[in-house]
């Protein structure tokens, strides 16, 4: 009997944490993501510090940044690719009202990882992808406190783009524990967890653990 090819299954989902969009004791906080970074696996921190000075985002970023090297994550900002390159970011992550892809490529240098917020649009993504996004992030696939919901998306919208493109996928939104799992089945490369991690019950360590375990069931 002839021997069926064999089909390359995908790297297993993995988390990508956002902070809290405010952090009002700077060493707590540090002492929260050693403690996650030391439980469970995640890709990425991105730092999503919403209208505050930029001293203050600076000094998060120092202060953060060691944490996530010492931990093989990369650090991403959020909107900001002048500060991101200032401060030594591994990337930025800009939203469809914020700076340009071209814009963030150009002052962030060739080899930054440049993420897009595309919303519940295919088109949008296809756009960031073909223009160079190193990922593109669809959501909110569930409410969320973290920010206003205006666009929702469906988890089929990630399963149409893990069968079309190349390009990784962040799903966001509202995403726990309970439901990471079928995001990462429909064909999340990424999932995006803040509240889900910072404000678990038993704390972050906790929370890492209980999403290694289920995204490991979702493979």
Known sequence: MARQPQIPSRPACRLYLITPPAIPDLEAFAADLEAALSAGDAAALQI?????????????????????????????????????RATGCDGVHVGQDDASLAEARRIMGPD???????????????????????????????????????????????????????????????????????????????????AGVWAYPQGPAAAMRAFDAALAGAA
Not at 51 to 68: F, H, N, Q, S
Not at 143 to 154: I, M, N, S
Not at 167 to 175: E, F, L, T, Y
Request: with cysteine; charged share 20%.
């Open 48 to 84: 999503r510090l919403k209208d505050v000075p930029d001293a203050e985002i600076v000094r998060a970023v120092e202060r953060l940044g060691p944490i996530c090297r010492a931990h093989d994550v990369a650090l991403i900002l959020n909107d900001r690719p002048d500060l991101a």
């Open 112 to 194: 930054a990882m440049i993420g897009v917020t595309c919303h519940d649009s295919r088109h949008l993504a296809m756009e960031a992808a073909e223009a160079g996004a190193d990922y593109v992030a669809f959501g909110a696939f569930f409410p969320t406190g973290t920010k206003e919901v205006v666009h929702r998306a469906e988890p089929e919208i990630l399963t149409i783009w893990q069968e079309t493109m190349e390009v990784p996928c962040v799903a966001i939104g509202g995403i726990t524990v309970e439901n990471a799992a079928g995001l990462a089945a429909a064909g999340a490369d990424f999932v995006a967890v803040s």
